[in-house]
């Protein structure tokens, strides 16, 4: 979503691919500038290719490479990682950041528009546990109820902060997340906890939380845990009266 017209999408990077040439072109309309660079290209290795506002992201399963373009410096960071897409990982980009999940790898890697480079997290990964994955314009989010634990990334920090907590998605625990924060809602736990894109950091409150009295409708909600519907891969943002999940809190 472009940042200056709400309606409308708007990018601030172009991609262009030339197998032919084993060229990728990347053009940063904040720097309005071209900036290249010659590697490998096989369309029948099943290479990926994502853009969102500030990021453009290349996929190499064949040469084991994450590349990433930033249109707010105008640089490629490459990442060199094995690379299977057979295997479970997935990609998203959104605003500022590039984010890859790697199962196989026990691996998630974040990408920052504003630092211009990776940052990764060795961590155990896997589909079939329940994860929720969120991305905005300036985070990240990942909470592994399997493992008790929740995983933001800054986009203004560039870095991961990862918490170890109790986490039980079937107890009515809310994920929400907006352009630079992330709220999570625990009601067994009696804990909301959010986290800040402009800090990197979590701040956590204490305090009584019932479903059956009051209503929270601040943020985005990007997942609840009585919305099984909900519970894909980077879902983006919907109105909180459009999803019919009031947040009760007392």
Same mark, same amino acid.
């Given at each position: 979503?472009?940042?200056? =017209?709400?309606?409308?999408?708007?990018?601030?990077?172009?991609?262009?691919?030339?197998?032919?040439?084993? *060229?990728?072109?990347?053009?940063?309309? &904040?720097?309005?500038?071209?900036?290249?660079?010659?590697?490998?290209?096989?369309?029948? &290795?099943?290479?990926?290719? %994502?853009?969102?506002?500030?990021?453009?992201? /290349? /996929?190499?399963?064949? *040469?084991?490479?994450?590349?990433?373009?930033?249109?707010?410096?105008?640089?490629?960071?490459?990442? &060199?990682?094995?690379? =299977?897409?057979?295997?479970?990982?997935?990609?998203?980009?959104?605003? =500022?950041?590039?984010?890859?999940?790697?199962?196989?790898?026990?691996?998630? +890697? $974040?990408?920052?528009?504003?630092?211009?480079?990776?940052?990764?997290?060795? !961590?155990?990964?896997?589909?079939?546990? $329940?994860? /929720?994955?969120? !991305? &905005?314009?300036?985070?990240?989010?990942?909470?592994?109820?399997?493992?008790?634990?929740?995983?933001?990334?800054?986009?203004?920090?560039?870095?991961?902060?990862? !918490? =170890? #907590?109790?986490?039980?998605?079937?107890? $009515?625990?809310?994920?929400?997340?907006?352009?630079? %924060?992330?709220?999570?809602?625990?009601? @067994?736990?009696?804990?909301?906890?959010?986290?800040?894109?402009?800090? @990197?950091?979590?701040? +956590?409150?204490?305090?009584? #939380?019932?479903?059956? +009295?009051?209503?929270?409708?601040?943020?985005?909600?990007?997942?609840?845990?009585?919305?099984? +519907?909900?519970?894909?891969?980077?879902?983006?943002?919907?109105?909180?009266?459009?999803? $019919? /999940?009031?947040?009760?809190?007392?």
């Amino acid at each position: 979503m472009s940042e200056i =017209n709400p309606t409308f999408y708007l990018s601030r990077v172009a991609l262009v691919v030339q197998p032919g040439q084993n *060229q990728l072109r990347a053009f940063s309309a &904040e720097k309005g500038a071209w900036v290249s660079q010659e590697v490998i290209i096989n369309t029948d &290795e099943d290479d990926r290719y %994502m853009i969102d506002t500030n990021v453009a992201l /290349v /996929v190499q399963p064949g *040469q084991n490479a994450l590349r990433a373009f930033s249109g707010i410096n105008g640089n490629w960071a490459n990442l &060199e990682v094995p690379v =299977n897409n057979r295997e479970g990982d997935h990609y998203a980009t959104r605003g =500022n950041v590039a984010l890859a999940v790697q199962p196989s790898r026990n691996r998630i +890697h $974040g990408f920052s528009a504003f630092s211009g480079v990776w940052s990764t997290i060795n !961590i155990e990964v896997n589909n079939n546990e $329940g994860d /929720v994955e969120l !991305i &905005e314009q300036n985070l990240a989010l990942i909470v592994q109820p399997m493992r008790d634990r929740m995983c933001a990334y800054s986009a203004f920090t560039g870095t991961w902060e990862v !918490i =170890n #907590v109790p986490v039980d998605a079937n107890r $009515g625990e809310t994920y929400l997340i907006d352009t630079n %924060m992330a709220l999570v809602v625990q009601p @067994g736990q009696n804990h909301i906890r959010a986290y800040s894109a402009a800090t @990197g950091s979590w701040a +956590h409150l204490n305090v009584t #939380v019932d479903p059956r +009295h009051g209503m929270l409708t601040a943020l985005v909600p990007m997942w609840h845990s009585s919305c099984s +519907h909900f519970r894909t891969k980077f879902a983006r943002s919907v109105r909180l009266r459009e999803v $019919g /999940v009031p947040l009760m809190l007392r």
